[in-house]
């Protein structure tokens, strides 16, 4: 069984503050809850992947359909800006990991996947903003790659509570695990979690099915 | 601008027929309004891309959260067993395209994009089950990959009306066109789309804005 990672996603300032481009409302109070599950992580000296959007200033690598939303904004989330930066009471501090991503998905077209075999973490702990975009992107990804996965129920957040309740319902529906920020930080070092790998290969060493014909 | 191609996901009898392994309560009557949409792309000549699950009968490439389903059922969606075949009345014809997948969306891991970009295809109309898991899967990527998508919001579906409705909510939301399949069908040939990509080419050239520094 592998390492546990708390995972933090887009907490930046254009997300996260009041009347920035991008904004997010909720995220503040996420951002609290997300602070409480960092401390406890850094303590126990659990692996933390800061995963955050960069787009270039003139827009080359916006999603096609946040393009327009973009431009109006006069530019958000460029690399070099302020306003692109992690908030003050979530940076990053040495020892920990910066995934730099342009899609919803911390996996998508990253090196994250890369960098979490090299460390030997098969089960990630999901916090950020927003749970229908980012979070569900990068929880239905690390399902697809066969990450073990908790969402902080309130560790996330999105613009209504009834998208938030309604994503993690769907999380739910497809195996992913939920817990609070309290559960995660009481349970500490001992996370709890499924561990689905070990069980399937026993069961095919056990079974020997024949996976599939030897022929196309 | 590119070529419109109508993508079918995951009509297969596992997934549809009333009592099979996967069920998604609903896919029959959406299979209804998919043989509509087919057989007016078909009229047409839009590309067909279908898309669906096998696994292998060991279950070594099934989602680690939908393997102890896959036992229960006693294995299910293996190439070459019936119940794995896609639904007797949208059968693929010749000159239709196939993708195989073993995750949610059609782009993980799969020939799927590279097909779609040899085919000239930048507009795909989204139909099949179910809309919350392989349907939003696949939008996603489709997104993240620059295609314009469109979903048929009666050519998909889910377990239940609720899910299916906060599914389309949120794909609306990031930008994702939405149509009947009697819109879809009344458009042809001329589907109603966006073209995001030569509105921000445009862009790019006329404003010249220094995309990043020159060093990182």
């Not at 409302?25 to 809850?33: E, L, R």
């Not at 996996?107 to 927003?130: A, K, N, P, S």
Request: aromatic share 8%; proline share 4%; with cysteine.
């Amino acid at each position: 069984m592998g390492k546990t990672a708390l995972m933090i996603i887009d907490m930046q300032k254009d997300f996260c503050l009041p009347g920035a481009a991008f904004e997010v409302y909720g995220a503040m109070k996420v951002a609290d809850k997300i602070k409480e599950a960092l401390e406890a992580a850094r303590k126990h000296g659990m692996p933390v992947i800061h995963v955050f959007r960069y787009y270039r200033a003139d827009g080359s690598d916006v999603e096609l359909t946040r393009y327009d939303g973009f431009v109006k904004a006069g530019g958000s989330l460029v690399r070099g800006t302020e306003c692109a930066e992690i908030l003050d009471e979530l940076k990053p501090i040495d020892g920990e990991y910066l995934i730099v991503k342009q899609r919803w998905s911390a996996f998508f077209q990253t090196e994250c996947d890369l960098l979490l075999r090299r460390l030997g973490v098969d089960h990630i702990v999901v916090t950020g903003v927003q749970t229908p975009n980012c979070i569900r992107g990068t929880v239905w990804d690390a399902n697809s790659l066969d990450y073990e996965v908790t969402v902080l129920t309130d560790g996330t957040g999105a613009k209504t509570d009834e998208v938030h309740q309604a994503n993690l319902y769907d999380m739910k529906n497809i195996g992913i695990m939920m817990m609070t920020t309290e559960e995660f930080i009481n349970s500490l070092p001992n996370v709890p979690r499924e561990n689905h790998v070990e069980k399937i290969r026993k069961d095919i060493e056990e079974k020997k099915i024949v996976p599939e014909p030897s022929s196309y």
